[in-house]
C-alpha cells in the first residue's frame, strides 16, 4: 500500500531537485551573465556608448531581473522629464535571457533608471 503514495512524493521531489539549479555541470551558459548594454545619453538618434558585460554564474554582476522589469502600466508616475536619454539591455542575465529598453519620460523611468546604474550609469543629465 505504500507504492502508491510513495511513486507521487518521489516525482515531486525530483521535480523540485530540478527548479533549484546551480549544482549541476551545465556550464557558464546556464547560469551565468552576459549582457549588451547601449546607451544613447543624448536619445536614440545620437551618439551610443556600448559594452559587453560578463560574469560567472549565479553573480549576476551586481543587477537583480527585478531591476530590469518594465514600470506595470497601471503605475501612475510623476511626469517628471528627464531627458532624452535611451538604453538597451540584452542578453543573458544568471542564465535567462533579458530584453530591456529604458528613458527618462517620466519619474518611474527614472527610478528604473537609478536601479539598473550598476549597468547603465547614473542618469544622464540633460532636457
Given at each position: 500500500?505504500?507504492?502508491?503514495?510513495?511513486?507521487?512524493?518521489?516525482?515531486?521531489?525530483?521535480?523540485?531537485?530540478?527548479?533549484g539549479?546551480?549544482?549541476?555541470?551545465?556550464?557558464?551558459?546556464?547560469?551565468?551573465?552576459?549582457?549588451?548594454?547601449?546607451?544613447?545619453?543624448?536619445g536614440?538618434?545620437?551618439?551610443?556608448?556600448?559594452?559587453?558585460?560578463?560574469?560567472?554564474?549565479?553573480?549576476?554582476?551586481g543587477?537583480?531581473?527585478?531591476?530590469?522589469?518594465?514600470?506595470?502600466?497601471?503605475?501612475?508616475?510623476?511626469?517628471?522629464?528627464?531627458?532624452?536619454?535611451?538604453?538597451?539591455?540584452?542578453?543573458?542575465?544568471?542564465?535567462?535571457?533579458?530584453?530591456?529598453?529604458?528613458?527618462?519620460?517620466?519619474?518611474?523611468?527614472?527610478?528604473?533608471?537609478?536601479?539598473?546604474?550598476?549597468?547603465?550609469?547614473?542618469?544622464?543629465?540633460?532636457?
Amino acid at each position: 500500500m505504500r507504492l502508491p503514495i510513495a511513486a507521487p512524493l518521489c516525482a515531486l521531489a525530483l521535480a523540485a531537485a530540478g527548479c533549484g539549479g546551480g549544482d549541476d555541470e551545465g556550464g557558464a551558459s546556464d547560469g551565468g551573465t552576459d549582457l549588451l548594454v547601449t546607451v544613447h545619453p543624448q536619445g536614440a538618434a545620437g551618439p551610443a556608448r556600448e559594452r559587453q558585460v560578463s560574469c560567472d554564474e549565479g553573480d549576476g554582476c551586481g543587477v537583480k531581473a527585478a531591476d530590469l522589469n518594465p514600470v506595470p502600466s497601471d503605475t501612475a508616475c510623476a511626469e517628471i522629464y528627464g531627458g532624452p536619454a535611451t538604453a538597451t539591455v540584452t542578453g543573458t542575465l544568471n542564465g535567462e535571457q533579458v530584453s530591456a529598453r529604458f528613458n527618462l519620460t517620466d519619474a518611474c523611468e527614472i527610478e528604473r533608471w537609478k536601479r539598473a546604474a550598476v549597468l547603465l550609469g547614473p542618469p544622464p543629465q540633460g532636457g
